[in-house]
C-alpha cells in the first residue's frame, strides 16, 4: 500500500482531492471503507474529540488496522484535536495522521502547539502526518440556520506561508467562505479568487476544505481544480445515517436485529460516499 503522503502527492499532482469521513459507530466505518473499495478510491476517515471518545481510540485503531490488513486503502485521522493531551494520545495509540487545531489561539500561540505536534509525531514515526489549521472556521457539524461569514476570518496568505513554513505541517486546513456543517436559511459560497492567493502563498502545501457539506457540487470541484487536496464531509453524512435509520424504526417497528435495522443507513452511507468520491475525482486512484 502506498502511504499517505505519496496519495497526497499523487493528488496535489493530479487535481484531485482524498475524501475524508468521519465516523462514530463500526457500521459508518465498514459502509465507508467498502464503498471506498469498490471504486478504488484512498479515502480518510476520522475521528473528532468526541468521536474518539465514544467509539474509544485504541478501538478506531484497532479497527482501521483490521481493513489495511485486508488490503483497504483506508487512513485514520484524528479530526479536530484541540489539546495537546488529546492530539497526544491520538498519537500514541496509533492514527496514520492528526489535526491540530489550534485556530482559535492566537497566530503565535496556533505556531507553538503545531509545532510542538508536528515534533512530537515525527519523533515518534515519520510516516505520521500532521495537518495543522488556519483562519477561522464558524459553525459545527450539525444543522444551524445561519452563520456569519467575514473575509477576516479567511486564512491570510502571507500567514499560511509563515505558518507552514515555522511549523513544518504536512498539510493545511484553510478558510476562504467555508463553515462546518450545514446552513438552512443562507447559501454557502466558496471565495476561489481567495484561495488562488493562498496556493500562491504555498504552492507545495496540500490544502484542506473542512465543512464541504451543505456547499454546491459544482463549488467543490473549483476547489479541487484550484488546489485542494482534501475533502470533509460529515454533517451530510449524520443527517443521512440519522434520516435513514429513524425511517427505517418507523417502517419496521418490531424489527430489533440491528443488522437488519442498520441495513438501509448502511446502504445509503455507502451510495453518498461513492457519489463524493466521484465528485472528488479519486476514484480508480489506487
Ligand atoms: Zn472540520
Known amino acids: ?28 466505518l465498514k459502509a465507508f471503507v467498502e464503498a471506498a473499495a469498490e471504486v478504488k478510491s484512498p479515502i480518510m476517515v476520522g ?49 496514520d495522521t492528526v489535526l491540530i487545531d489550534a485556530s482559535k489561539l492566537p497566530f503565535e500561540e496556533n505556531i507553538e502547539l503545531t509545532k510542538r505536534v508536528v515534533e512530537y509525531a515525527k519523533s515518534i514515526n515519520p510516516e505520521i502526518l500532521v495537518e495543522g489549521e488556519l483562519g477561522y472556521l464558524r459553525g ?10 467575514s473575509q477576516a476570518d479567511y486564512t491570510k496568505p502571507e500567514e499560511a506561508a509563515d505558518f507552514v513554513a515555522r511549523t513544518g505541517v504536512d498539510r493545511l486546513a484553510v478558510v476562504f467562505g467555508n463553515i462546518h456543517g450545514i446552513v438552512t436559511e443562507q447559501e454557502e459560497h466558496l471565495d476561489i479568487g481567495h484561495l488562488k492567493k493562498i496556493v500562491q502563498a504555498v504552492p507545495e502545501t496540500p490544502l484542506v476544505l473542512h465543512g464541504a457539506s451543505g456547499l454546491p457540487a459544482d463549488e467543490i470541484k473549483m476547489a479541487i481544480q484550484n488546489g485542494i487536496a482534501n475533502v470533509h464531509i460529515n454533517t451530510e453524512l449524520r443527517v443521512a445515517y440519522h434520516d435513514t435509520l429513524h425511517e427505517e424504526l418507523e417502517k419496521e417497528p418490531k424489527e430489533t436485529t440491528p443488522y437488519k435495522y442498520l441495513k438501509p443507513s448502511y446502504e445509503e452511507m455507502k451510495r453518498m460516499i ?13
Request: hydrophobic share 35%.
Open 274 to 286: 461513492k457519489k463524493y468520491l466521484e465528485l472528488f475525482g479519486s476514484v480508480g486512484k489506487i
Open 47 to 95: 475521528t473528532s474529540e468526541g468521536e474518539a471518545d465514544f467509539v474509544g481510540r485504541e478501538q478506531a485503531v484497532a479497527l482501521v488496522k483490521s481493513y489495511q490488513n485486508e488490503g483497504y486503502t483506508v487512513f485514520l485521522n484524528a479530526d479536530h484535536h484541540k489539546s495537546w493531551e488529546t492530539i497526544k494520545a491520538a498519537i500514541d495509540t496509533g492514527y
Open 1 to 28: 500500500m502506498k502511504t499517505l503522503k505519496q496519495y497526497f502527492q499523487e493528488a496535489v499532482s493530479g487535481k484531485w482531492a482524498i475524501g475524508h469521513f468521519n465516523f462514530s459507530t463500526a457500521d459508518q
Open 140 to 149: 459545527s457539524s450539525e444543522v444551524q440556520e445561519k452563520i456569519e461569514i
